[in-house]
């Protein structure tokens, strides 16, 4: 296996880190594995392992731990998601990750975008787990819920979720990344290494 220069497999930096590309797998708003993603493991620039460092540090002085989603986006990923927006409706998806939009608005409302700070290797989907338990923190609601309920600072949430958001949130922030307002597990390097590069190689 091997990646472009200046990318590295993040479960080879972040000792003890959780994963679950959830595009190489079956489980994500496509139903299937996406192209571009061909073994479930993530990957992501080194600047971007750099900051996850800081971030797994601060998450461990309050009890928790990473676990990944997404990270590097190949191009080709991203052209996918656009073509299957086009085509037709079959519901299989639709209650668990857009249940009250359809497919096209996932792009004019901002949840998947066509130029991708994924696919710069600079932006990085992940939640919080506690390291006593292993148990994932709630967050009221799971990934590419294409929600309002998604949102930051989002209503109907319960007191314990909302907590687990601002940790996640806070970790995040004070380890040199930015959040994204529609996403609580989205979160992009304030400095990125390559913010005019959009990469295409695959995950291999």
Not at 75 to 97: C, I, Y
Not at 131 to 153: N, Q
Not at 194 to 204: C, E, G, L, Q
Request: aromatic letters at 12%; glycine letters at 10%; charged letters at 25%.
């Amino acid at each position: 296996m091997r990646v472009d220069a200046g990318f590295v497999y993040l479960d080879e930096v972040l000792t003890g880190v959780r994963w679950d590309a959830k595009y190489a797998t079956w489980d994500n708003f496509t139903g299937t594995p996406v192209e571009g993603y061909e073994v479930n493991r993530i990957v992501g620039s080194e600047a971007l392992a750099d900051g996850l460092l800081v971030a797994q540090r601060r998450a461990a002085d309050l009890g928790f731990g990473l676990l990944l989603w997404d990270g590097y986006r190949p191009q080709r990923a991203v052209d996918r998601f656009l073509e299957w927006s086009t085509q037709p409706e079959d519901g299989r998806t639709k209650a668990r990750f857009y249940p009250n939009i359809d497919r096209a608005a996932m792009f004019t409302n901002g949840y998947v975008a066509p130029r991708s700070g994924h696919s710069r290797g600079s932006a990085v989907d992940l939640t919080l787990y506690r390291l006593d338990t292993e148990e994932l923190a709630p967050m009221g609601g799971g990934h590419d819920l294409m929600d309002p309920r998604s949102h930051h600072g989002a209503p109907g949430v319960s007191t314990e979720e909302a907590g687990n958001r601002i940790a996640l949130c806070s970790i995040m922030e004070t380890s040199g990344f930015a959040r994204y307002e529609r996403e609580w597990w989205h979160y992009v390097l304030t400095d990125e290494p390559y913010p005019d590069t959009y990469f295409d190689f695959p995950i291999t």
